[in-house]
């Protein structure tokens, strides 16, 4: 079972920036899309972004469309998550987590076979 661990989260301000990373214990991100998604208190899990095993797709959630943005570096199994102009409502535990094969269901937690543990991200007002 691969592992994934999230870091990088922490206390911001509105309208700044975190930068979230996601190491995988094994070299098997280039074959595979990775995730983020982000759950809140009393709220179910959610689809933020991913990204295709060679980077050539990339998929976002409308809510962080122009704010976030995925990438990864594949010789260094990781993946990343720019975060820009934080909002409070952005304030979540952010997962990153390993994508099946069917592309299809890349916006929907079911099709994630692997996950990290999280890592909170709070954006104060």
């Known amino acids: 079972q691969v592992q994934l661990v999230e870091s990088g989260g922490g206390l911001v301000q509105a309208g700044g920036s975190l930068r979230l990373s996601c190491a995988a214990s094994e070299q098997i991100l280039s074959s595979y899309a990775m995730g983020w998604f982000r759950q809140a208190p009393g709220k179910e899990r959610e689809f933020v972004a991913a990204?295709?095993?060679?980077?050539?797709?990339?998929y976002y959630a409308q809510f962080v469309r122009g704010r976030f943005i995925i990438s990864r570096d594949n010789s260094k199994n990781t993946v990343y998550l720019q975060m820009n102009s934080l909002q409070p409502e952005d304030t979540a535990v952010y997962y990153c987590?390993?994508?099946?094969?069917?592309?299809?269901?890349?916006?929907?937690?079911?099709?994630?076979?692997?996950w990290g543990q999280g890592t909170q991200v709070t954006v104060s007002s």
């Open positions: 990204i295709s095993g060679n980077s050539g797709n990339l």
């Open positions: 987590a390993r994508r099946g094969a069917d592309s299809s269901r890349t916006y929907y937690a079911t099709a994630y076979d692997s």
